[in-house]
């Protein structure tokens, strides 16, 4: 909840500090918004993922038992969840193929020719069709290091690339 709109290497830090007030939804849900706002801080809209995720624990903790539900459904029900938080949480927390598409699986994807979408939501069904399930959640964490350190939104570095010769460069009008 806390990555969205908001740079990795603040995301990871942001997380670090929240579960160190916090490791269960009980516990979090007796934080207060102030108290959460600040851990998060400087995450992009640090206020409402304070008040989303105050929610959640207390929903969680309330109608799931303190356990985080494990269906797209159940997930996305919940206030602040998109599709993107969900199937990270489907693949990483319980092992389920899920496909999360956050900006740098839906850039890369396109780029490379593997699908032509416009958005992230749209990536991921196409993904859903090209890809073989096995390679659903591993997909994720593949891309997103890979976008971070090569297929740069901005003048991206093709010249490093190991798989340029094969890459359409689908939108890219720049590259290093």
């Known amino acids: 909840m806390i990555s969205l709109r908001t740079r990795d290497e603040v995301t990871l830090a942001a997380a670090e500090r929240l579960f160190e007030l916090a490791q269960t939804p009980e516990t979090m849900a007796r934080?207060?918004?102030?108290?959460?706002?600040?851990?998060?801080?400087p995450a992009g809209f640090y206020r409402t993922k304070a008040h989303s995720i105050?929610?959640?624990a207390g929903i969680v903790q309330q109608?799931?038992?303190?356990?985080?539900?494990?269906?797209?459904?159940?997930?996305?029900?919940?206030?602040?969840?998109?599709?993107?938080?969900?199937?990270?949480v489907l693949g990483l927390g319980y092992g389920i193929a899920a496909i999360?598409?956050?900006?740098h699986?839906?850039?890369?994807?396109?780029?490379?020719?593997?699908?032509?979408t416009r958005?992230?939501?749209?990536?991921?069904?196409?993904?859903q069709k090209v890809l073989p399930g096995e390679w659903w959640v591993a997909v994720n964490e593949v891309l997103v290091l890979?976008?971070?350190q090569i297929c740069t939104?901005?003048?991206?570095?093709?010249?490093?690339?190991?798989?340029?010769?094969g890459c359409p460069r689908t939108g890219v009008t720049r590259a290093r």
């Open 63 to 88: 109608q799931h038992g303190g356990t985080v539900p494990a269906s797209l459904e159940q997930l996305t029900a919940l206030p602040g969840v998109g599709r993107k938080t969900a199937n990270l």
């Open 31 to 41: 934080l207060s918004e102030e108290q959460i706002a600040a851990a998060i801080y």
């Open 153 to 165: 939104p901005q003048s991206p570095w093709c010249s490093r690339c190991p798989v340029t010769h």
């Open 105 to 116: 699986v839906h850039r890369i994807a396109n780029r490379l020719g593997w699908i032509a």
């Open 146 to 148: 890979f976008g971070q």
């Open 54 to 56: 105050r929610q959640v």
């Open 119 to 127: 958005t992230p939501q749209q990536s991921e069904f196409e993904l």
């Open 100 to 103: 999360c598409v956050d900006t």
